[in-house]
């Protein structure tokens, strides 16, 4: 029931906050309050649990905790939620953002702020779903659930960017990619159920049974191609990446924070939990395709990055190129690589969302967010600067910070699987540290453009900045926790997938 | 066939639909009074709808009543809902028509008159019945579509629709001639065998009728009369037109497509199929740019009966749910959907309330009122937590099992471009508040029957979303 709990506070919180909407900051209050729960029954989850892998696989069982609840038995559908390592590391990092989300929203969203908070909320409690849920219905059902309030909150709450469209064309345009790449999933998923039906006369949709289901080689590959779009769109990987700029140029801060730092997430989480132990054999055929795709993506983010003038279109490409890291890890297989992955998931979830509130503290100050009109910040702005280059320098990977345990291990569990990509993809990094210091010192340094001081980061602002600083640096300095979190999980991928070798418990060397 | 006490029963429904036409008649002929007939018309109305349960419940399925006339599960189902809808439909007149300064009663009886046709429609087992049903239900359409005669629109789609109606009709009489004159019968069951032979004629008839019931389901390329009527008809009788007058008529091709056994027909499955993708992709298309949102749901009606065609096609079991489903979901959400725009219009106070301009900041005026438009638009769309997603979901998987993949893409691809304009819909009502509406809602809208309705219409779809369940064991 806890992990039900885990889904519904944000939820019925949302509703609270919707109809406290004239007391003033009531909505706030109650989201932070729901959200700061969250996060410590999660953690509470982490403390009590026992998530190391143990002497084998198969000591103990996959789910530390677990729920289930008949829905639809007519057509095998039930609640189930289940909770392991990966998906508690990932819930943790929900709540935590959460927190901030709320709080990065404090001064910037003075109209209808009851009914932000619930499209909020609501965001939440869908990604936490998508991370929970054990029944591929269920599953796609806060799949797509994150999509409305989230529609609304770029639609509503935007910002009109500088030369582009309207923040309601952005925000169709993430809804109609989201939602089209869905529907193909959907498809896929109801491929997958009635293939199992057709071999075993049950149909389900949980995890479980599904898992165990012996496809044809053509079927898998077309059922998995389904799944690899919908996440693929979200990720994004390049071809399909065309609703990300636009999304977070015009999207509130809260608005990025989430979709950086959670949505991106739930396409990665999805590849692990779903795509790979589904489709070992077709994913293994098609890794070589998803590999080079990554590293498109790391390049083309990294280019594009580089040429941005608007800060937070940088920081949305950025998001693409470290997302390709992540692609390459998960579909090299390695332990070390996958154990990577999910490292530099949350990682870049810190790093990303870092960023994003710092464009939103700057653009509360400024009003705009071209660099060309910044420019010599260090002079006239207290605390903000020095911790522009923090989160830059992680966002380039500095040893000392989650970014660098993440890549590093994507890169160095990867090579021997594929060690051409890998070597390119190291370019990457040098692409990395260029639009991470062209981005600090295009806003930061050079002259200055008035000797007008500006306010420095009030107390709220320096918490939440601190709050992330502090969270990347244990990252980086003592990882070892989220590892042991994420070893028996990925262990799990790994007798799946690669297909070819079986599991042997491997740890992370 | 004699007709005893049962087949009585079974009839009761129509029966009594029927009489209460006949009283709410009598009522005008005494003294008009809006409140009384409307008043007699809900009684009646809802006194058939528990005996079409009671009915459901006494009797056994599978009860030919004549030979002209069935009763069973499908039957039972399309009276329900017939008569649910017309229940929807009646309470919105009634808001609707408060602020007319003309004769009101009649729309009532007009009313009625459909629905029994309706009902006969969906318990037809014969050409005979078919024809009586679907003229009965689509004569006083006519008159309903004019009703507000003094609007030049109103009667342009009246005309409009009389015409056209006509012309499928006659498609549909000359395609029975044909079938007669091949097989000399008239009842659906003796026409399964010579359809295996594959007799010439009787496959040009039985063509001819699909074209005309094609027609009346307003699927492509017969959807040309579909947006001008819906614009120009009052807001609850494009409620009807978009509720019984579709579902009676979905209901009798099912029928057709069972006892005839349709199914097993390539011919009929293609050129089914040829209809539903055209009409999927057409409705979905045209819809796009359209800022008029009563003829953005006659277009967006199009696609939706696109897709229920994918589930008759299926033919297997979980296409029969689907179907049973899709049309539930469907039938609420077109409901609430007029129902938001009937509340906010008034005959006399210029058009209806239909352009996007007058939906614009509705959610911080009246939360409601939009919560309720946005359900609506959001279960039309499929979203999940809403009975769209079930709907669809359902529709897909009937595909899926039956493995018609290509209808199953133009679905998927349909659907994702048919967000874009309920996006659109939705966006508009939460974006600022227009200096001043041209149309607004009564303050208290939510206490009249019609506000009342709606709000039940989208607790429903909300319900279905989350627990559908129970539905899908009432539908078995």
């Known amino acids: 029931m806890l992990l039900a709990w885990l889904i519904l506070i944000p939820i019925l919180a949302g509703l609270l906050c919707w109809q406290t909407d004239r007391f003033g900051n009531t909505p706030r209050w109650i989201a932070l309050g729901a959200m700061t729960l969250v996060t410590a029954l999660a953690l509470e989850l982490w403390l009590s649990g026992d998530y190391h892998l143990g002497a084998g696989v198969h000591d103990a069982p996959q789910w530390q905790l677990e729920f289930r609840m008949p829905w639809i038995p007519s057509l095998g559908i039930a609640i189930h939620l289940g909770i392991d390592g990966m998906s508690l590391a990932l819930v943790v990092l929900t709540g935590f953002l959460g927190v901030l989300s709320v709080l990065c929203s404090w001064s910037e969203i003075q109209r209808n702020t009851g009914f932000f908070h619930l499209n909020l909320l609501w965001i939440l409690g869908g990604v936490i779903g998508v991370f929970l849920a054990l029944d591929l219905f269920l599953f796609f059902l806060f799949w797509e659930m994150m999509l409305v309030p989230m529609y609304f909150l770029i639609a509503l709450w935007g910002h009109r960017a500088a030369g582009s469209k309207s923040r309601i064309s952005a925000a169709t345009k993430f809804f109609i990619y989201t939602q089209a790449s869905g529907l193909l999933m959907l498809l896929s998923i109801l491929g997958l159920a009635f293939a199992h039906f057709d071999a075993t006369g049950v149909l389900s949709f949980d995890y479980e049974v599904l898992r165990a289901t012996a496809l044809e080689p053509q079927l898998e590959f077309l059922l998995m191609l389904g799944f690899f779009v919908a996440f693929a769109v979200k990720l994004p990987i390049v071809p399909l990446h065309g609703w990300l700029p636009d999304a977070h140029s015009q999207a509130p801060t809260a608005g990025s924070v989430d979709l950086a730092g959670l949505l991106l997430k739930t396409a990665s989480y999805g590849l692990l939990r779903f795509a790979l132990p589904f489709f070992p054999n077709a994913s293994a055929e098609f890794a070589p395709i998803a590999i080079w795709l990554g590293i498109a993506g790391i390049f083309y983010g990294a280019v594009l990055a580089f040429a941005q003038t608007d800060i937070k279109r940088l920081v949305a490409y950025t998001s693409i190129s470290h997302m390709g890291y992540v692609l390459i890890g998960i579909y090299a297989g390695g332990a070390m690589a996958i154990e990577g992955a999910v490292v530099q998931m949350i990682a870049h979830g810190l790093s990303a969302s870092a960023l994003f509130i710092l464009c939103g503290q700057l653009y509360e100050r400024l009003h705009t967010r071209d660099m060309r009109q910044m420019g010599g910040l260090w002079s006239r702005l207290p605390l903000l600067p020095p911790f522009a280059l923090f989160f830059a320098a992680a966002s380039l990977g500095l040893p000392g910070t989650g970014n660098f345990v993440g890549e590093f291990l994507i890169l160095a569990g990867s090579y021997a699987v594929a060690p051409v990509p890998v070597v390119i993809a190291t370019g990457g990094l040098v692409l990395a540290s260029a639009y991470s210091l062209a981005m600090v010192h295009r806003s930061m340094f050079g002259p200055a453009r008035s000797p007008i001081p500006i306010p420095g980061a009030g107390r709220r602002e320096t918490l939440m900045l601190l709050l992330l600083a502090g969270a990347i640096v244990w990252l980086g300095l003592y990882p070892q926790p989220v590892l042991d979190l994420s070893e028996r999980p990925v262990a799990l991928v790994r007798e799946f997938y690669p297909p070819q070798q079986n599991a042997t418990g491997a740890a992370v060397p | ?476």
């Not at chain 2, 032979?197 to 579909?226: C, D, E, Q, R, V």
């Not at chain 2, 091709?253 to 999927?280: D, N, P, V, Y």
């Not at chain 2, 209806?352 to 279960?379: E, I, K, N």
């Not at chain 2, 659907?415 to 303050?443: H, N, W």
């Open chain 2, 1 to 476: 066939m004699t007709i005893g006490s049962t087949e009585l029963l079974a009839l009761a429904p129509l029966l009594v639909t029927v009489a209460t036409a006949v009283a709410v008649m009598l009522s005008i002929a005494w003294r008009r009074n809006h409140f009384v007939n409307a008043t007699l018309t809900v009684v009646g109305l809802n006194v058939a709808l528990l005996t079409t349960l009671f009915t459901h419940n006494a009797l056994p399925l599978e009860l030919p009543l004549t030979a002209l006339l069935q009763h069973d599960g499908l039957a039972v189902f399309g009276t329900a809902a017939v008569l649910v809808s017309t229940l929807g439909c009646a309470t919105l007149a009634h808001a609707y028509l408060e602020g007319l300064q003309d004769n009101r009663d009649e729309m009532y009886l007009l009313l009625l008159i459909a629905a029994s046709g309706a009902i006969v429609l969906v318990g037809a087992n014969h050409m005979a019945t078919l024809l009586i049903g679907l003229e009965l239900m689509s004569l006083p359409l006519y008159g309903m579509i004019g009703y507000i005669y003094r609007d030049r629109r109103s009667l342009e789609a009246a005309i409009k629709y009389l015409v056209l109606s006509a012309a499928a009709s006659t498609f549909l009489l000359f395609g029975m001639a044909l079938v007669y004159a091949e097989t000399g019968s008239l009842a659906f069951a003796t026409l399964a065998q010579p359809l295996q032979a594959g007799a010439p004629l009787l496959l040009t008839g039985l063509t001819l009728m699909l074209a005309g019931i094609a027609f009346k389901l307003s699927l492509a390329p017969f959807h040309l009369w579909t947006p001008d009527v819906y614009h120009g008809a009052p807001a609850p009788v494009g409620a009807f037109l978009a509720t019984v007058g579709k579902i009676a008529v979905v209901l009798l091709l099912m029928r057709w497509w069972q006892e005839l056994g349709l199914g097993r027909s390539t011919l009929f499955t293609a050129l089914l199929a040829g209809l539903a993708m055209l009409s999927i992709l057409t409705g979905n298309l045209l819809a796009l740019f359209q800022g008029n949102v009563k003829r953005l749901l006659g277009y967006s009606s199009i696609a939706h009966f696109g897709y229920l065609l994918i589930a008759v096609i299926a033919g297997n079991t979980i296409g029969d749910e689907a179907l049973g489903v899709y049309l539930l979901t469907y039938m609420a959400a077109s409901l609430g959907a007029f129902g938001v725009l009937t509340l906010l219009s008034s005959p006399y106070r210029g058009d209806d309330a239909q352009g996007l301009a007058d939906l614009r900041g509705l959610f911080w005026q009246h939360p409601y009122l939009a919560a309720v438009m946005t359900v609506a638009v959001l279960s039309l769309a499929g979203i999940p937590l809403t009975a769209g997603f079930i709907a669809k979901f359902y529709v897909v998987a009937a595909g899926v099992a039956a493995e018609l993949w290509w209808l199953v893409a133009v679905l998927a691809l349909g659907s994702a471009i048919g967000i874009y304009f309920y996006l659109r819909v939705m966006v508009t009502m939460f974006l600022a508040v227009p200096g001043r509406r041209r149309l607004d809602a009564e303050r208290n809208w939510g206490e009249r029957s019609g506000g009342l309705m709606t709000v039940l219409l989208s607790l429903f779809t909300l319900a279905v979303g989350l627990y559908p369940q129970p539905l899908l064991d009432l539908l078995r």
